[in-house]
Protein backbone atom coordinates (compact mmCIF):
# COMPACT_ATOMS: atom_id res chain seq x y z
CA UNK A 1 0.00 0.00 0.00
CA UNK A 2 1.11 3.43 -0.65
CA UNK A 3 2.33 5.80 1.95
CA UNK A 4 0.80 8.63 0.81
CA UNK A 5 -2.64 8.19 -0.36
CA UNK A 6 -4.87 9.73 -2.33
CA UNK A 7 -8.81 9.98 -3.30
CA UNK A 8 -10.44 10.42 -5.43
CA UNK A 9 -7.71 9.36 -8.16
CA UNK A 10 -9.78 11.12 -11.00
CA UNK A 11 -12.64 13.24 -10.70
CA UNK A 12 -14.87 15.29 -13.18
CA UNK A 13 -16.95 17.78 -12.27
CA UNK A 14 -19.00 20.84 -13.30
CA UNK A 15 -18.50 24.51 -12.66
CA UNK A 16 -19.70 25.44 -9.56
CA UNK A 17 -19.65 22.39 -7.87
CA UNK A 18 -18.01 21.63 -4.51
CA UNK A 19 -15.27 19.20 -4.26
CA UNK A 20 -13.01 17.70 -1.55
CA UNK A 21 -9.54 15.92 -2.03
CA UNK A 22 -8.36 13.76 0.32
CA UNK A 23 -5.13 12.84 1.50
CA UNK A 24 -3.98 10.36 4.07
CA UNK A 25 -0.08 9.14 5.27
CA UNK A 26 1.19 6.15 7.43
CA UNK A 27 4.89 7.71 7.31
CA UNK A 28 4.35 9.53 10.72
CA UNK A 29 5.13 12.62 9.18
CA UNK A 30 4.16 16.33 10.50
CA UNK A 31 4.28 18.68 7.44
CA UNK A 32 1.73 18.01 4.34
CA UNK A 33 1.03 19.79 1.45
CA UNK A 34 -0.89 20.37 -1.37
CA UNK A 35 0.67 21.40 -5.31
CA UNK A 36 -1.13 21.45 -8.43
CA UNK A 37 0.80 20.55 -11.53
CA UNK A 38 -0.31 22.26 -15.05
CA UNK A 39 2.00 21.26 -17.90
CA UNK A 40 4.47 24.42 -18.57
CA UNK A 41 3.89 25.77 -15.56
CA UNK A 42 5.28 23.01 -12.71
CA UNK A 43 4.22 22.06 -9.55
CA UNK A 44 2.80 25.11 -7.40
CA UNK A 45 2.18 24.89 -3.42
CA UNK A 46 -1.17 25.62 -2.66
CA UNK A 47 -1.33 25.17 0.72
CA UNK A 48 1.20 23.52 3.57
CA UNK A 49 0.41 22.39 7.77
CA UNK A 50 3.91 21.67 9.50
CA UNK A 51 1.09 20.31 12.19
CA UNK A 52 -2.61 19.69 13.20
CA UNK A 53 -3.10 23.30 14.16
CA UNK A 54 -0.87 24.93 12.03
CA UNK A 55 -2.34 26.03 8.18
CA UNK A 56 -0.55 28.41 6.10
CA UNK A 57 -1.08 29.73 2.27
CA UNK A 58 1.18 29.02 -0.37
CA UNK A 59 1.71 30.61 -3.33
CA UNK A 60 -1.60 29.94 -4.87
CA UNK A 61 -4.39 29.32 -2.58
CA UNK A 62 -7.32 31.69 -4.13
CA UNK A 63 -10.27 29.50 -4.46
CA UNK A 64 -9.07 26.79 -2.24
CA UNK A 65 -9.42 25.97 1.40
CA UNK A 66 -7.66 22.99 3.40
CA UNK A 67 -8.42 21.38 6.69
CA UNK A 68 -6.08 19.36 8.75
CA UNK A 69 -8.32 16.80 10.40
CA UNK A 70 -5.54 14.41 12.34
CA UNK A 71 -1.76 14.15 12.21
CA UNK A 72 -2.20 11.60 8.87
CA UNK A 73 -5.16 13.49 7.28
CA UNK A 74 -4.87 17.23 4.98
CA UNK A 75 -8.03 17.27 2.87
CA UNK A 76 -8.14 20.12 0.00
CA UNK A 77 -11.40 21.71 -0.94
CA UNK A 78 -12.67 23.58 -3.62
CA UNK A 79 -16.09 25.08 -2.89
CA UNK A 80 -17.02 26.83 -6.28
CA UNK A 81 -14.96 24.53 -8.81
CA UNK A 82 -13.76 26.59 -11.84
CA UNK A 83 -12.38 25.41 -15.53
CA UNK A 84 -9.29 26.64 -14.35
CA UNK A 85 -9.17 24.34 -11.28
CA UNK A 86 -8.47 21.80 -13.84
CA UNK A 87 -4.89 19.99 -13.02
CA UNK A 88 -3.26 17.89 -11.66
CA UNK A 89 -3.29 17.79 -7.96
CA UNK A 90 -0.59 16.29 -5.46
CA UNK A 91 -0.70 16.00 -1.79
CA UNK A 92 2.77 15.43 -0.12
CA UNK A 93 4.78 14.86 3.21
CA UNK A 94 7.61 15.55 5.14
CA UNK A 95 9.19 14.94 7.82
CA UNK A 96 11.10 17.68 10.28
CA UNK A 97 14.31 17.38 8.57
CA UNK A 98 12.83 17.04 4.91
CA UNK A 99 11.30 19.42 3.05
CA UNK A 100 12.93 22.63 2.88
CA UNK A 101 16.11 21.20 4.58
CA UNK A 102 16.96 17.62 2.68
CA UNK A 103 14.33 18.61 0.04
CA UNK A 104 12.63 15.06 0.45
CA UNK A 105 8.91 15.39 -0.01
CA UNK A 106 7.02 11.84 -0.46
CA UNK A 107 4.37 12.25 -2.67
CA UNK A 108 0.97 10.68 -3.33
CA UNK A 109 0.01 9.28 -6.56
CA UNK A 110 -1.98 12.34 -7.48
CA UNK A 111 -5.83 13.73 -8.01
CA UNK A 112 -6.53 14.11 -11.79
CA UNK A 113 -9.42 17.15 -11.60
CA UNK A 114 -11.40 18.19 -14.66
CA UNK A 115 -13.82 21.20 -13.95
CA UNK A 116 -15.98 21.54 -17.18
CA UNK B 1 10.46 35.45 -15.26
CA UNK B 2 9.81 32.36 -13.57
CA UNK B 3 11.61 31.64 -10.36
CA UNK B 4 13.32 28.25 -11.48
CA UNK B 5 13.83 27.66 -15.52
CA UNK B 6 14.29 24.54 -17.18
CA UNK B 7 14.43 23.58 -20.44
CA UNK B 8 11.11 21.55 -21.45
CA UNK B 9 12.96 19.38 -24.41
CA UNK B 10 12.00 16.90 -24.86
CA UNK B 11 15.74 15.80 -25.13
CA UNK B 12 15.55 12.61 -26.90
CA UNK B 13 18.93 10.86 -26.57
CA UNK B 14 20.04 6.97 -28.12
CA UNK B 15 20.90 4.41 -25.20
CA UNK B 16 24.41 5.00 -23.67
CA UNK B 17 24.81 9.11 -24.25
CA UNK B 18 25.41 11.85 -21.96
CA UNK B 19 23.13 14.31 -21.33
CA UNK B 20 22.47 17.10 -19.60
CA UNK B 21 19.98 19.46 -18.53
CA UNK B 22 20.67 22.89 -16.96
CA UNK B 23 17.93 25.20 -14.58
CA UNK B 24 18.62 28.54 -13.82
CA UNK B 25 17.05 30.32 -10.50
CA UNK B 26 16.35 34.25 -10.02
CA UNK B 27 16.52 34.67 -6.23
CA UNK B 28 20.32 34.73 -5.75
CA UNK B 29 19.31 34.31 -1.82
CA UNK B 30 18.16 30.28 -2.46
CA UNK B 31 19.98 28.11 -0.03
CA UNK B 32 19.17 24.55 -0.96
CA UNK B 33 19.42 22.85 -4.56
CA UNK B 34 17.52 19.42 -5.55
CA UNK B 35 17.04 16.91 -8.72
CA UNK B 36 13.34 15.08 -8.81
CA UNK B 37 12.43 12.79 -11.25
CA UNK B 38 8.75 11.81 -12.57
CA UNK B 39 7.63 9.25 -14.77
CA UNK B 40 4.64 9.32 -16.82
CA UNK B 41 1.92 9.85 -14.72
CA UNK B 42 3.40 9.45 -11.65
CA UNK B 43 4.55 11.24 -8.83
CA UNK B 44 7.55 13.07 -8.60
CA UNK B 45 10.52 11.66 -6.36
CA UNK B 46 13.42 13.06 -5.02
CA UNK B 47 16.06 11.76 -7.25
CA UNK B 48 19.11 13.81 -5.51
CA UNK B 49 20.71 16.84 -3.54
CA UNK B 50 22.78 19.56 -5.01
CA UNK B 51 25.92 20.15 -3.16
CA UNK B 52 28.04 23.68 -3.63
CA UNK B 53 31.21 21.35 -4.71
CA UNK B 54 28.85 19.29 -6.93
CA UNK B 55 27.99 15.56 -6.13
CA UNK B 56 27.60 12.23 -8.29
CA UNK B 57 25.48 9.47 -7.97
CA UNK B 58 26.41 6.56 -9.80
CA UNK B 59 25.87 7.89 -13.23
CA UNK B 60 24.36 10.87 -12.34
CA UNK B 61 26.20 14.19 -11.63
CA UNK B 62 25.09 17.38 -10.12
CA UNK B 63 26.40 20.59 -9.68
CA UNK B 64 25.84 24.01 -8.24
CA UNK B 65 27.21 27.75 -9.91
CA UNK B 66 26.01 29.92 -7.51
CA UNK B 67 27.55 33.12 -9.48
CA UNK B 68 25.65 32.21 -12.45
CA UNK B 69 22.80 31.01 -10.42
CA UNK B 70 22.25 27.81 -12.21
CA UNK B 71 22.52 24.16 -11.57
CA UNK B 72 23.32 21.39 -13.89
CA UNK B 73 22.26 17.74 -13.70
CA UNK B 74 24.62 15.09 -16.29
CA UNK B 75 23.09 11.95 -16.95
CA UNK B 76 26.41 9.66 -18.43
CA UNK B 77 25.36 6.56 -20.16
CA UNK B 78 21.87 6.79 -20.62
CA UNK B 79 19.38 3.71 -19.80
CA UNK B 80 15.84 3.11 -21.15
CA UNK B 81 14.73 3.19 -17.77
CA UNK B 82 15.99 6.90 -17.41
CA UNK B 83 13.53 8.09 -19.70
CA UNK B 84 11.33 10.48 -17.37
CA UNK B 85 10.43 14.28 -17.03
CA UNK B 86 13.48 15.55 -14.29
CA UNK B 87 12.66 18.35 -12.36
CA UNK B 88 14.85 21.30 -10.95
CA UNK B 89 13.93 22.22 -7.13
CA UNK B 90 15.15 25.35 -5.44
CA UNK B 91 14.69 25.96 -1.82
CA UNK B 92 13.73 30.04 -1.27
CA UNK B 93 11.85 32.29 -0.02
CA UNK B 94 8.24 33.16 -1.98
CA UNK B 95 5.52 34.91 -1.42
CA UNK B 96 4.79 35.83 1.67
CA UNK B 97 7.68 35.51 2.85
CA UNK B 98 8.01 31.81 3.86
CA UNK B 99 11.48 29.75 2.37
CA UNK B 100 9.24 27.17 0.99
CA UNK B 101 10.76 24.50 -2.29
CA UNK B 102 9.79 25.78 -5.60
CA UNK B 103 9.28 23.36 -8.63
CA UNK B 104 11.01 23.35 -12.19
CA UNK B 105 8.41 23.47 -14.92
CA UNK B 106 10.56 19.94 -15.83
CA UNK B 107 12.53 18.42 -18.88
CA UNK B 108 11.41 15.60 -20.62
CA UNK B 109 14.18 12.97 -21.45
CA UNK B 110 13.12 9.95 -23.92
CA UNK B 111 15.99 7.63 -24.16
CA UNK B 112 15.99 5.89 -27.33
CA UNK B 113 17.22 2.20 -28.02
Known amino acids: DADVTQTPRNRITKTGKRIMLECSQT?????MYWYRQDPGLGLRLIYY???????NKGEISDGYSVSRQAQAKFSLSLESAIPNQTALYFC???????????????FGEGSRLTVL | RKEVEQDPGPFNVPEGATVAFNCTYSNSASQSFFWYRQDCRKEPKLLMSVYSSGNEDGRFTAQLNRASQYISLLIRDSKLSDSATYLCVVNQISSGSARQLTFGSGTQLTVLP
Open chain 1, 92 to 106: ATSDLAGGLNTGELF
Open chain 1, 27 to 31: KGHDR
Open chain 1, 49 to 55: SFDVKDI
